[in-house]
């Protein structure tokens, strides 16, 4: 795989890729020890069918889940009636691309510009590649890929989740959530989309003359458009700064609201294993600072030291991308999608320690922020 935010990468000198490699399979079976499916969470879009295609597609993770059921069910059996189940589900895959050769020109062949990922200052030319000649064996290969790991750790997984069995589940107002970040007082952010939204990725870009890591420039035009719809207020504009608003969603109501203000954030606890659902997707640096947080407190709260925690994107309510504070600020796609504004990821990260310390049985949450609800 491959990260497709490549100014993001500039900050993840801590680890040694600039895409999370591992990949977590949970092992499922009956009182007799016999399998009966299996969960896999590995980051990765699932973009390797590009957006001309026209067909109905579970793109690499839908394969990879068709070819382990083939395995354990046998040829013969017809897909989705087997006894065997196997899901591939997402984690942080925000700026985790399958088209692992890059991304080129189409008309020139030649490397897109590599900060605004474009060819002659337009993004619609710049598409990702590979790893196969075309978007069809690209997909057999990355979704071949995955359900061969996912087969080796379920074959070799050793493990036995042992413990209580409990999650914890909150509805969260985002639009205003209060906290410290580097001594200072802030707060998350109505909704909002950046110009950048507009440009879309290499792996389905945009249209018209928007471009990938713009945090300045605006247009009178598209700013008219804006304004037809709702213009953003002075205190909007302040609080996604530097984000450069082309559609202000969390204050436009009508015919109904354009994105959520309340989000769930949950933990599920399997005995030493955590899977934190999560609303949105997180960028790979993300993932990173928000499993090592709600590890860091689940074992200062008292849990093991193997404790495992998962990221599961994408959970319940979908509230678009969240980058971290230094991938905001460049607003490529993944920043100018991240909605609550700059302090997006430290607001999870903040609510998701106080779930885990409830988890954990350290600190209780009042009433009207816990719901006997899970959602998954």
Known sequence: VRNKGTFVARFSFRYEYNVDKQMVVLKMVDAEGQGIGMISW????????????????????????????????????????????????????????PNTLGAFCVDTGKPCDFDHSTCNNRTQNCIGRGPGKDMFESTYIIGNNQFTKGLELYESAKIILEGPVDFRQSYVNMTNVPLTFQ????????????????????????????????????????????????????????????????????????PYAWQPAIVDTQLLRWGQFVIAGVPGEFTTMSGRRMRKAINATLQKSGMSDGTQVVIAGLANTYSDYVATYEEYHAQRYEGASTVYGPHTLDAYILLYSGLAEDLAGVLVLVPSVRHNVFFF
């Open 183 to 254: 001594g200072k007082k802030v707060h998350t952010c109505p909704p909002a989309m950046g110009y950048s939204f507009a440009a879309g990725t290499t792996d389905g870009p945009g249209a018209f003359d928007f471009v990938q890591g713009d945090n300045s420039s605006t247009s009178p035009f598209w700013d008219a458009i804006r304004d037809f719809i709702h213009t953003p207020s002075q205190e909007q504009i302040d609080c996604q700064a530097p984000k450069p608003i082309l559609l202000d969603t969390g204050e436009t109501q009508e």
């Open 42 to 97: 590995f980051a990765v879009h699932g973009t390797s069918m590009n957006n001309t295609n026209s067909l109905l597609s579970g793109d690499n993770k839908g394969l990879a889940s068709l070819l382990m059921e083939r395995h354990m069910n046998g040829n013969d059996t017809i897909f989705g009636r087997g006894s065997f189940v196997a899901a591939f589900a997402q984690s942080n895959e925000g700026d985790v691309s």
